[in-house]
């Protein structure tokens, strides 16, 4: 169509120069003449240049003649153009007929309030981006102190209408919109901008100037109702503190576990003040968050901040709740596997009593095995109730969770091993039976009596009230002498060393070992007491008296009775002894 345009302004142009060669516009020197009907005038004598005029008069004619075929030619394609636009528009219209019912159209929001939507795109953007160009510059007109909503009007252009304020765009409606919409561009924009109206109607009355003189003065109140309640709350926990301090002596008790005291009057009243100071902190703390939420939702600006900071302490405290009541289930099955265990273990605990007290035999089962096994199976049952207790715990399946079990496994394993080997020696020694609470053992170079058996360790009493701890690793390669079970079958033999001269018969010597034996408190009288000569020295012969004893724990005692009573008796008989030896260098004189 353009070249058919460019034609006809090229021949309308060139008609209109033709046009102001006419006669009607030659001047008097021009040697053309302006009419035909001059020419048969008499006083008019054709020039030269007659036929010039007629020929000039010819293609005038036929230009006036193109023009007309022209503008037929150009109304034709312009009722074609137009029918193909109509043909464009009803096919575009049918699809977006069919197209209605199944597309969803972008909202524009405002306040929570929905203007109209959006369906079609524009200018390359998408209808969600159309929409929130739209609901931003709503807001932010919304906003300003002097809005005038009737001041928003449209202006139209030949494919779109804007709706405009102060000369920004607020949006744009298109002819496809309106088809949309079933309806006109015209009568859409105005909808679109009674809506648009309307919405900055509700804005302006919520951030007016009136409204932040209102909000200021509810921030100042709030303010001011918060300072209140600070100086309240301090002023009642002086008030409360005098008064504990006042009635202490009347209401308050020291408390006692068995003799020792736990809580005395002061210490109860010192921690009465910490917790209440520390009440009065949280009740503060609780007051300033709530004052903040309050004044954030004061001004619409920081509404939306409000509602979030409100949303990060009410969402955990509902989380933790829903997570409760979901865990309840959790809870009765534990609750379940915990009361089973337990009374096995009372069970076993009871079992283990009676055949530590004898009322129970078993064959093969020893009364001392029994506090040791029914502690091992205590153990093995609680961390069997751990296993099955495991997948009931809360984020028990969670990655964090297994990898800090993980994590802490490892470090007992790799820190316990020396734990472990105790525990095991611990074991054996207990079922080897090599010594029990109170009995007199020799480890080494250590003797004394068994205070305590400990599955890590074991400690010992020395004749001298040294406390002494020894793992049961060590012990496991130590030899171990038990002296107070020997004491118990068939009596712990004691015996002592006597020198005396060549010149004291033997017999003589026997006779005041056996004497002295005898007049010993709490040596065995059967079997009787021996003796023995350990050997031949070069001036004197060993005699080694040998005596029974029931009772471990008096071994030192009966030691040193039977020394003093050997004394004795030798003295009584004149006998010298010979033990320990004296030498004397006499140097020449």
């Not at 809005?147 to 002819?175: A, N, R």
């Not at 008030?239 to 020792?260: A, D, G, M, R, V």
């Not at 302490?313 to 099955?333: A, D, E, M, Q, S």
């Not at 095991?424 to 205070?451: C, E, L, P, Q």
Request: a positive charge; one cysteine or more.
């Amino acid at each position: 169509m353009k070249p058919l345009v460019f034609y006809f302004l090229f021949s309308t142009f060139g008609a209109t120069i033709l046009c102001a060669q006419s006669p009607d516009n030659l001047t008097a020197n021009s040697p053309v003449i302006a009419d035909s009907t001059l020419a048969a005038t008499p006083e008019y004598t054709p020039s030269p240049d007659s036929s010039q005029l007629k020929l000039l008069q010819e293609q005038l004619q036929e230009s006036k003649l193109n023009e007309m075929n022209l503008r037929m030619e150009m109304e034709q394609l312009k009722l074609a153009a137009y029918a193909a636009d109509s043909l464009k528009t009803a096919e575009q219209k049918a699809r977006i007929d069919s197209l209605r019912n199944i597309t969803e159209g972008i909202p524009v929001v405002i306040e929570a309030d929905t203007l109209f939507f959006i369906y079609t795109n524009k200018g390359g953007l998408s209808p969600a981006g159309r929409a929130a160009l739209i609901e931003s510059a709503i807001l932010r007109l919304g906003k300003e102190y002097d809005l005038k909503p009737d001041s928003v009007s449209l202006l139209t252009e030949e494919t779109f209408t804007d709706m405009v304020y102060k000369g920004k765009v607020i949006g744009s409606i298109t002819d496809k919109d309106a088809m949309w919409m079933n309806t006109s561009r015209e009568k859409l924009s105005e909808e679109y901008r009674r809506k648009v109206v309307s919405a900055l109607e509700v804005l302006k009355h919520k951030y007016g100037l009136s409204q932040l003189i209102k909000h200021l003065l509810l921030f100042i109140l709030v303010v001011s109702a918060q300072y209140v309640l600070i100086r309240f709350t301090n002023y009642f926990y002086k008030k409360l503190k005098i008064k504990i301090e006042n009635i202490k002596q009347s209401f308050l008790k020291p408390f006692f576990i068995k003799n020792y005291e736990f809580l005395s009057i002061d210490r109860q009243e010192r921690l009465l003040f910490v917790l209440l100071n520390v009440a009065r902190y949280i009740f503060i703390f609780v007051q300033l968050i709530f004052s903040v939420l309050i004044i954030f939702s004061i001004f619409p600006q920081t509404e939306a901040l409000a509602l979030q900071l409100f949303s990060y302490i009410l969402n955990p405290l509902k989380k933790i709740g829903l997570n409760f009541v979901r865990y309840i289930p959790n809870i009765f099955t534990i609750l379940i596997i915990w009361m089973i265990i337990k009374y096995i273990i009372k069970g076993i605990k009871y079992l283990a009593d009676e055949i530590a007290g004898e009322r129970l035999k078993v064959t093969g089962f020893y009364p001392d095995w029994a506090k040791p096994t029914y502690n091992i199976i205590r153990f093995l049952l609680y961390a069997f109730m751990i296993v099955l207790i495991y997948p009931y715990l809360p984020n028990s399946q969670s990655k964090v969770f297994q990898g800090v079990s993980v994590f802490l496994g490892l470090i007992v394993s790799f820190g316990s091993s020396s734990a472990i080997g105790n525990l095991v020696a611990g074991m054996i020694i207990t079922y080897m039976r090599s010594f029990k609470i109170n009995d007199r053992i020799k480890i080494n170079n250590i003797v004394g009596n068994v205070i305590e058996k400990t599955p890590i360790v074991t400690r010992i009493l020395t004749i001298k009230n040294e406390i002494v701890t020894i793992p049961n690793s060590t012990i496991m390669s130590s030899q171990i002498t038990n002296l107070s079970e020997s004491a118990r079958t068939h009596g712990l033999t004691l015996y002592l060393n006597v020198t005396c001269g060549y010149e004291t018969p033997w017999r003589t010597v026997h006779q005041l070992l056996l004497d002295a034996a005898d007049a010993t408190p709490d040596v065995m009288k059967t079997p009787h007491p021996y003796v023995l000569e350990d050997g031949f020295d070069d001036f004197n012969v060993v005699y080694q008296i040998n005596i029974f004893i029931s009772d471990a724990n008096k071994a030192t005692r009966i030691s040193s009775d039977l020394r003093q009573n050997i004394q004795d008796k030798f003295n009584e008989a004149g006998i010298s002894i010979l033990s320990p030896h004296y030498y004397v260098n006499v140097g020449e004189g």
